[in-house]
Structure formats: structure tokens, C-alpha cells
T-cell receptor
Framework: GQSLEQPSEVTAVEGAIVQINCTYQ??????LSWYQQHDGGAPTFLSY????GLEETGRFSSFLSRSDSYGYLLLQELQMKDSASYFC?????????FGAGTRLFVKA | SQTIHQWPATLVQPVGSPLSLECTVE??????LYWYRQAAGRGLQLLFY??????ISSEVPQNLSASRPQDRQFILSSKKLLLSDSGFYLC???????????FGPGTRLTVT
């Protein structure tokens, strides 16, 4: 079957570092993507990992361990505008699985 | 560059009325197209996806249907809306470097 787990909410202060973990189980897996969605808006693509290891894109980094079916999104130097929902999204075949996401609250 | 359009942005419809939501993509050819629904505070539920004209795969049996009459046009329809059809409807296309998806601005549907 398919399953996806990530924390429902995370709170952090401005300037801090936060890690959002994700564990998944899906068939035909070929990569893990991450999306950001602000309230009232559409999701936007952040990053993608096909191979094990860390991918860095500015303040955001994403990690994948295929053997552990585990990944995380690391957000550094948090800013108020980073308050949003973050979706871990395993990709397989033509489909991407979106879970309930993690709501990140950044406090001043 | 690629652009995805969805309309309308908001819609209020009575129970039992029909629905038609349209999505068009510009700047790419033969994209994979997707319809999602998102309930308030929840994740994205995949409703339909299409890998080509006239090819529709349904993920959730319900009173919605989808069609792809042209390469870059994807339509979501219903003959009779239910209260449970309320939600945020998102169209997306994929075909980027990693197969990542790009979303339209969405339609917020309220069925009353």
C-alpha cells in the first residue's frame, strides 16, 4: 500500500533552522519532491531528490535516504514569509502522492 | 516559459447544479495534466490525470468527470454537485526536469 507521514505542525523562531521529516511507502518510487503552499495559494515546487544525499537550493535543503524510505526538508535562516504548509511528495509513475503536509509557523 | 491558467477563481453553486472548470497550459506540448481537490487544512487529493488527448485516468470514484479535448486543455465537470464537492480545485501539469508539477491558481468552489 501507500503511506506518507510528516508532522502536522512545526513552530520555530525567525532566524532559526527547522527540519521537516517525512517517511513514505509507495510503489514505483523514483524520487521525493517537496512543495510549499501559502494560505489561499497554490502549491509551488521547492526541490527534488532522486538519489540519496543532500540537495541544496539557497536557504532550503532536502535529503533522501532511499533505503530508509525517509527524507527531510531543512529550512535555514527562517523568515516570516516561510510560514506555510510544506508537502513531502513521493513520485512514482505518472503520479505524485501528496499527504496532509506540515504547517510551519515562524514566530518573531 | 510555461503558464497554466484556471478559471474561475471562485465559484458558488447550489446543490444539484452542473459544474465545469477549465484549465489550459501554455508554452509546452503534450504535458501530463492533473486535477486535485483540497479540503480546508488538508492535503491534495488526486482526482484525475491525463497523459494525452482523450486519455483520462480516474483516481477516486465520484460524481466528477474529466475530459481532455485538446493537448493543453483539461476540463473538470459534474452533472449534479453535492455539498461534499466543496473545496479548492487545482489543476497541474508536469513535464519539467524532474517530472515536478506546476499548479494553476486554483478554483475555490462552495456548494450551498
Amino acid at each position: 500500500g501507500q503511506s506518507l507521514e510528516q508532522p502536522s505542525e512545526v513552530t520555530a523562531v525567525e532566524g532559526a533552522i527547522v527540519q521537516i521529516n517525512c517517511t513514505y511507502q509507495t510503489s514505483g518510487f523514483y524520487g521525493l519532491s517537496w512543495y510549499q503552499q501559502h494560505d489561499g495559494g497554490a502549491p509551488t515546487f521547492l526541490s527534488y531528490n532522486a538519489l540519496d544525499g543532500l540537495e541544496e537550493t539557497g536557504r532550503f535543503s532536502s535529503f533522501l535516504s532511499r533505503s530508509d524510505s525517509y527524507g527531510y526538508l531543512l529550512l535555514q535562516e527562517l523568515q516570516m514569509k516561510d510560514s506555510a504548509s510544506y508537502f513531502c511528495a513521493p513520485m512514482g509513475g505518472f503520479k505524485t502522492i501528496f499527504g496532509a503536509g506540515t504547517r510551519l509557523f515562524v514566530k518573531a | 516559459s510555461q503558464t497554466i491558467h484556471q478559471w474561475p477563481a471562485t465559484l458558488v453553486q447550489p446543490v444539484g447544479s452542473p459544474l465545469s472548470l477549465e484549465c489550459t497550459v501554455e508554452g509546452t506540448s503534450n504535458p501530463n495534466l492533473y486535477w486535485y481537490r483540497q479540503a480546508a487544512g488538508r492535503g491534495l487529493q488526486l482526482l484525475f490525470y491525463s497523459v494525452g488527448i482523450g486519455q483520462i485516468s480516474s483516481e477516486v470514484p465520484q460524481n466528477l468527470s474529466a475530459s481532455r479535448p485538446q493537448d493543453r486543455q483539461f476540463i473538470l465537470s459534474s452533472k449534479k454537485l453535492l455539498l461534499s464537492d466543496s473545496g479548492f480545485y487545482l489543476c497541474a501539469w508536469s513535464g519539467g526536469t524532474y517530472g515536478e508539477q506546476y499548479f494553476g491558481p486554483g478554483t475555490r468552489l462552495t456548494v450551498t
